[in-house]
């Protein structure tokens, strides 16, 4: 290791290094001061994290798709931000639709299953649309290729939606039954929180059996590691990426409806901040690393949420939540950079994220 | 003299070992190959001496100067060139343009002269491209300059590899399987090309090969690899008869049969 | 023989349900509403319409290309279920719409549009017309193929221009009103909205006649000329090109010079950006930033809002760029081990970090917040302060004849070389001695120069900076401009720019669509032609290439060549 650094460590290294340091010593002393200040209670320090843990777990959620994709054909779905997008904006109509009929505040497990349902079709629709009108035949183009088409294929999903349901704000009913807080002791959480935490916890744990244990799983997990050799051995190659599609998109949709159930409202750009993070905590856990995106996925969420607050209100910065999605960003660049393989991830042969 | 030297260069992916503390030493004027079954750690070899793997340890000497765990960029402009095995040009580029990125060391104009065409820069262009259009002669691509590389037949694009690696006059040439994929009349040809590269040139050559009998007809001095260690070394009659590189290849026990035959290769 | 015709009807059937589910989506997404009201033949036949019947036409006519009996019922047939099946798909949004409120849930389902498709007959009369029309309109579609080849050409031409035309009606009249004799000759062609039926007819058959005779004839192909002759082809050309610049906004008018600037903006920024994708390679999608940077660079030294600075423009406008190459490099730099991917995300993060600073209450007191900068001072040269569109124009051409200048030289130059190998192959080009990370660099460094230049001359033509003004909007535009041109073509990216950034200010209701557009553009360019729209000359070569037989050689005295 230290030959390599002796030979090959260029000015530019030096500089990146140095600037990279510079920020991580400006978050310590940052958070150094927010905390002598003393101006937040441990109280709201722990809303924060449970914040966190939410926005986190739809993270996860939308992650996996990233992750799963990248695995199986070494590209970022550049338009999984509106694969999100596509099955709660969907479904709001639904929602709607279960409250003219009365249906919605009255059976409430059954109006989100329903409502969990046609988001997971759709978006998972969207996803295997996707792949197979724009994706597969450009498996063996130059990799800028399907990269443009992704970005194509992104603006143009938005923009139908658009098109479809209009360019406004729709709002999401919110359901009765979650309104309020539980009470653990001295602890408070929201309703919607809870399960939205819960919900993720428990996608994840249905996803995660789906890749480790099942047969598509199995032949998912082949497919990523060598196409070819898993098509010798009798694996359907495309229908197996198809597969992968929609259990990403599916993952997704349920993603979108827990964020809906946080923040009631649907629009045409919705999913593309949350797309961006997701794929952060992607590459945060581990790059084509299931439990890895999970991983990512809630650690980004919590240092969202606590971040603002903890790095930047100590340094003296007004309105320090405005820079919250620089934070995210900043987090992207710096694993891109010092450790391209994740937190969960090997090591890639080059080091050459 | 040497022109390369490797002392106990090893290479390790992960747990694998893929180079086993190599001692080898190509000499001046030599062609010299690198053979052995695949996997044996011949490519990775390769990539170590040009700086695109960095060995775990060991080290690496160009004429005396130490060029263990330079970039490929630098090593290149210290006077090493190579081809690889499965081709890899500039495909969306012209012939010429290949081999002008080929001269890249010894062309010096930047960014202020190629927006000013000042007599020194476009005088260097004018040499570049006669000196490409000379080189593409060398190698019986003339007249093609202005062609797509990935037009090429595959035996021309083999040829423009070799024009572009010769193209920043290298003191060590690597060819990565130069006969790959070709029929027996144009491997001839290319053993004759490789001599005359030598022999017109002065230039030093390691090679890996899989063809024995281009191997056995060209080298001075072969080494065998592996499952990355060295196993022998030595001229072609030496390496024929040993019997641990017969082993290698064909599996133990089959020294004794195929001795005769492999000594009458 | 059976098993051949449950082929063609399953072709046929195929790709009627995907033309009329493209017809649906359209008409769901609004297209089709919004057109409505633009006449192509006025009175007769809307844009609306002809979005609504093309789909049935062209993939009827994709059916029947495929079709393998030769037979010419049998095309016909293949071609009018085609049609007959797109129809029927179509129809299911009156049918449906008629038993169910779609519009709660889409916006355009709307009586109008069922109207429209049921063309004003209602059910059930109405769909019967549709039926029909589409099953005739696959027959036309498939028609097409049976006529030879010159009246083919000859008759999508003279339809093409008919509607582009229409389409631009606007356009024309207003340019030509202001040329009186010309305008007489031109205006009856049109009405008050889109072509008189007798303009229509006119053009049609103008277009229609040239097209043909143009066709049979045959003449050089511009490359296969001597090189002198290029040459003074090329020089001709760039001379009339030039004048036509010179003297076009003059021509075309106030109102069309403001959309002249934005273009030429934009082509100012794709020449940077094809620097950084078309020849290095760099999926830079963050490219907004240095368009920020250049223009907040001059509010801050030339407004006398902040209290900070207070220079000219032409004082500014050196540091601003000098900011924008150095903001170049330092964002370049954590850049250069990242792939494609990879560093494509990265560098929209960073446009996006650029825009929340510039947003945020933090670097208000420099940057203004979401207020911006204002009171940003105009060029003056001499006495002469260049504050109109049209003035503005002039120096824009000013600077886009630099900047393509520069790109054109770099193109072929050594450094040019090197990046296109960084592009190509980035490893080998490493082997080649090449220093990556100065060549990235460069390449960075070049890209934001363009930008921040177009980031001064967009501030003061604002006379203000506003952080909604650098959205990653900016740097999409830009992208899908230089690819849809040509990714590495100079001229690629003046047809791009003109084409993407023009049509949305001359056809309002293609602005309400434009990315959706841009998206689907983006797609269907990378899966059918990833060169682009024109691509560089060294594409068009090897397209050539690939047509001819490498001619024999003789045989070499160093390696005989077999003729492989």
């Known amino acids: ?198 919900g993720a916890l428990a996608m994840m744990l249905i996803l995660y059996g789906i890749v480790q244990y099942t047969k598509f799983g199995k032949a998912m997990r082949s497919v990523s590691e060598d196409k070819e050799t898993a098509a010798l051995m009798g694996i359907d190659v495309d229908r197996t990426i198809s597969v992968t599609f929609i259990l990403g998109g599916a993952s997704a949709g349920v993603a979108g409806i827990l964020y809906v159930i946080l923040f009631p409202v649907a629009h045409f750009f919705m999913g593309f901040i949350p797309g961006i993070k997701a794929f952060t905590a992607a590459v945060l856990g581990g790059i084509g690393n299931v439990p890895g995106a999970f991983l990512g996925g809630l650690i980004l969420g919590v240092l969202e949420s606590v971040g603002p607050s903890l790095f930047l209100d100590g340094m003296g910065i007004p309105a320090p939540y405005q820079l919250k999605d620089v934070i995210a960003f900043i987090i992207l660049v710096f694993i891109l950079i010092f450790r391209p393989s994740g937190i969960l991830g090997e090591r890639m042969a080059q080091a050459k994220a | 003299m040497a022109v390369l030297v490797s002392n106990k260069v090893t290479k390790r992916f992960g747990g694998l070992e893929a180079l086993a503390k190599i001692d080898l030493e190509v000499k001046e004027h030599a062609i010299h190959s690198i053979i052995g079954p695949n996997g044996a750690g011949k490519t990775t070899f390769f990539n170590c001496v040009t700086g695109f793997y960095t060995s775990e340890e060991g080290e690496i000497f160009l004429e005396k100067r130490n060029i263990t765990g330079l970039s490929p960029d630098r090593v290149t402009r210290l006077g090493i060139s190579r081809t690889y095995q499965n081709i890899r040009l500039f495909k969306n580029m012209t012939v010429v343009e290949n081999i002008l990125v080929g001269m890249h060391p010894h062309l010096k104009s930047g960014l202020i002269g190629g927006i000013l065409h000042d007599p020194r820069t476009m005088r260097e262009e004018v040499d570049a491209v006669e000196e490409a259009k000379r080189l593409l002669q060398f190698v019986g691509l003339k007249g093609k300059g202005d062609l797509m590389a990935k037009n090429l037949p595959y035996g021309q694009q083999r040829r423009l590899e070799i024009a572009r690696a010769l193209a920043s006059k290298p003191k060590l040439l690597l060819l990565d399987e130069p006969t790959a994929g070709m029929n027996p009349s144009e491997t001839q040809e290319m053993v004759h090309f490789i001599r005359q590269l030598r022999d017109e040139l002065g230039i030093t050559i390691l090679l890996i090969e899989h063809q024995m009998r281009v191997v056995m007809s060209i080298s001075e001095l072969i080494t065998v690899l592996d499952f990355g260690q060295k196993i022998a070394e030595g001229n072609p009659a030496e390496i024929q008869k040993n019997t641990r590189v017969i082993e290698a290849y064909l599996g133990r026990g089959a020294a004794s049969g195929l001795g005769q035959a492999a000594a009458t290769a | 023989m059976s098993t051949n015709t449950s082929a063609l009807w399953k072709q046929a059937i195929r790709a009627g349900l995907i033309g009329g589910a493209i017809v649906m989506l359209l008409a769901l997404v609004g297209v089709i509403g919004t057109f409505k009201d633009r006449d192509i033949i006025s009175g007769w036949i809307s844009m609306g319409h002809v979005l609504f019947l093309a789909p049935m036409l062209l993939f009827a006519y994709n059916a029947a290309r495929h079709v393998e009996s030769p037979s010419k019922a049998g095309i016909l047939l293949v071609g009018a279920i085609s049609g007959l099946m797109s129809a029927l798909v179509t129809a299911i949004l009156p049918l449906f719409g008629q038993v169910v409120n779609l519009r709660a849930m889409f916006a355009n389902a709307s009586p109008d549009l069922y109207k429209m498709l049921t063309f004003g007959q209602g059910i059930p009369l109405g769909v019967i017309i549709l039926l029909l029309v589409g099953f005739v309109m696959g027959g036309l579609g498939a028609s097409l193929l049976l006529l030879p080849i010159r009246l083919r050409k000859a008759l999508s031409q003279a339809v093409v221009w008919v509607i582009l035309a229409g389409l631009l009606r606007e356009l024309i009249v207003v340019v030509i009103s202001r040329w009186g004799i010309v305008a007489y000759l031109i205006r009856w062609m049109f009405a008050q909205n889109g072509l008189a039926p007798v303009g229509a007819i006119a053009i049609f058959v103008i277009i229609g006649a040239l097209t043909f005779w143009q066709s049979g ?199 040019g070389r090197s990046w296109m190998a960084v592009r190509e192959d980035e490893d080998v080009a490493q082997a080649m001695g090449i220093n990556l990370v100065t060549t990235k660099l460069l390449a960075f460094a070049s ?21 909604h003004s650098f959205s990653l909007f900016v740097s999409i535009n830009a992208l899908c401009l230089i690819i849809i041109g040509g990714m590495g073509s100079i001229p690629g990216v003046v047809v791009g720019s003109l084409v993407l950034m023009g049509s949305p200010e001359l056809l309002r209701e293609f602005a309400e669509y434009r990315y959706l557009v841009y998206g689907a553009l983006l797609v269907v360019m990378m899966l059918m032609k990833p060169e682009g729209l024109w691509p560089e000359a060294r594409r068009r070569l090897e397209l050539h290439e690939e047509n001819e037989l490498v001619p024999l050689e003789e045989p070499q005295p160093v390696l005989n060549d077999p003729g492989q």
């Not at chain 1, 798709?65 to 338009?79: D, E, Q």
């Not at chain 3, 001597?226 to 109102?255: D, E, M, S």
């Not at chain 3, 990242?338 to 970090?353: K, N, P, Q, S």
């Not at chain 3, 230049?453 to 952080?467: H, R, V």
């Open chain 3, 217 to 415: 004839r045959k003449r050089p192909a511009p490359r296969d000329l001597p090189p002198q002759q290029k040459q003074k082809r090329t020089l001709v050309t760039l001379g009339g090109a030039g004048i036509i610049l010179i003297i076009l906004p003059l021509v075309l008018g106030v109102y069309f010079s403001e959309i002249l600037d934005t273009v030429g903006l934009y082509i100012l920024m794709g020449l940077g950006l094809n620097i950084v994708v078309g020849f290095a390679g760099l999926l830079d999608l963050g490219y907004v930033a240095f368009f920020a940077i250049g223009a907040y660079t001059v509010g801050i030294l030339t407004s006398p809002e902040l209290g900070l600075f207070h220079l000219t423009y032409w004082q500014a406008l050196p540091f601003a760029v000098v900011v924008a190459v150095l903001a170049g490099v330092v964002l370049g730099l954590p850049v250069l081990k990242m792939r494609g991917d990879y560093l494509a995300i990265v560098t929209l993060g960073f446009g996006e970090i650029i825009r929340i600073l510039a947003l945020s209450d933090w670097l208000k007191p420099w940057l203004g917040g979401s207020q911006g900068i204002q009171q940003i001072a105009h060029p003056w040269i001499g006495s002469l302060e260049i504050r109109n569109q049209t003035q503005l124009y002039y120096l824009i051409l000013v600077a886009i004849a630099i900047a393509g200048f520069i790109a054109w030289r770099l193109k072929d130059s050594h450094l």
């Open chain 3, 447 to 467: 890209g934001a120069f363009f930008a921040g230049l177009s980031g001064t001359i967009f501030a003061t033509k604002l006379t203000a900076a506003y952080p």
């Open chain 1, 1 to 198: 290791m230290l030959r390599t650094w002796r030979q090959r460590i260029t000015f530019s290294d030096i500089v990146v290094w140095a600037i990279g340091l510079a920020i991580a010593f400006m978050v310590i002393y940052g958070t150094i001061a927010t905390l002598r200040l003393g101006k937040y209670t441990s109280a709201t320090w722990l809303d924060l994290i449970i914040t966190g843990l939410a926005l986190g777990g739809i993270y996860a959620l939308i992650a996996l798709g990233y992750t799963l994709v990248y695995g199986i054909l070494r590209m970022i779905n550049f338009a999984h931000s509106e694969v999100f997008m596509a099955g709660p904006f969907t479904a709001a109509f639904l929602a709607d639709a279960l409250v003219k009929l009365g249906i919605w505040n009255r059976y409430p497990l059954l109006s989100l299953v329903l409502v969990l349902a046609l988001a997971a079709a759709i978006s998972s629709g969207i996803a295997f649309l996707l792949e197979r009108i724009a994706y597969r035949p450009l498996r063996t183009a130059p990799r800028l290729v399907p990269l443009i088409t992704a970005i194509g294929a992104s603006f143009f999903l938005q923009y139908t939606f658009r098109g479809l349901y209009g360019s406004g704000l729709k709002g999401f009913p919110t359901l009765e039954v979650l309104k309020g807080y539980w009470t653990l002791g001295t602890i408070h959480i929201l309703k919607t929180q809870a399960v939205v935490i819960l």
